[in-house]
């Protein structure tokens, strides 16, 4: 009965956790309608559990389906805690121990919106410690927040690298240059058949 209700609850305390955050930061709502509708699925595979989060027009939703999401990651805690390093992700996609699907941009797109969430933390807690104490809980969670926004970056950075070498989704830069080259040669060949053909004017 209880491991049948450990999946709610922890999806109520996530979106009341989620909510005072955003309640807290008057630029989020702004930012979380550009996420508005999109799904992102997460699967840790040793408890068995797909928690969907779910963007709102001004909440994140957290609950339960197996239904098709934009982007859907499974892995298991091992590998949970080398996501952070890129070098690892191809070798953990080889080995079975992460599989994502869908579209990678919205995890990416998920990522940058908890990493730019920026909770007025004094403001909340002066009226219950008063000023100076409030001032000083909110630089140490002012450094937490930086810390888990340096992770945050880390896990980003992971993802776009896997989705240019690995799933070959968006060119890099050196990609890039490399096709402009080509387009150009190809202009140029065009143009000197096109002389060599008889009748053909510029």
């Not at 807690?125 to 104490?133: I, N």
Request: proline fraction near 2%; aromatic fraction near 6%.
């Amino acid at each position: 009965m209880l491991t049948a209700l450990l999946p709610q609850l922890l999806c109520a305390s996530a979106e009341r956790l989620c909510q005072s955050l955003i309640n807290m930061d008057s630029g989020a709502i702004a930012r979380l309608k550009r996420l508005q509708g999109k799904q992102l699925a997460f699967t840790v595979r040793e408890f068995n559990v797909r928690l969907v989060v779910t963007a709102g027009a001004d909440r994140l939703l957290f609950n339960q389906h197996n239904e098709v999401v934009d982007c859907a990651i499974s892995t298991d805690l091992a590998s949970l805690r080398q996501l952070r390093d890129a070098s690892q992700l191809t070798r953990l996609i080889k080995a079975d121990a992460l599989q994502i699907d869908g579209d990678i941009q919205v995890a990416q797109q998920y990522s940058f919106f908890l990493q730019s969430l920026n909770p007025d933390w004094q403001e909340a807690l002066s009226g219950y410690v008063g000023d100076a104490m409030a001032h000083k809980i909110a630089l140490s969670i002012g450094q937490l927040q930086q810390y888990m926004q340096q992770k945050a970056g880390l896990l980003e950075q992971s993802f776009t690298m896997l989705a240019q070498d690995e799933l070959l989704l968006t060119p890099g830069s050196l990609e890039l240059q490399q096709f402009s080259q080509d387009v150009s040669e190809i202009s140029a060949r065009v143009d000197r058949l096109l002389a060599r053909l008889p009748g053909v004017k510029e």
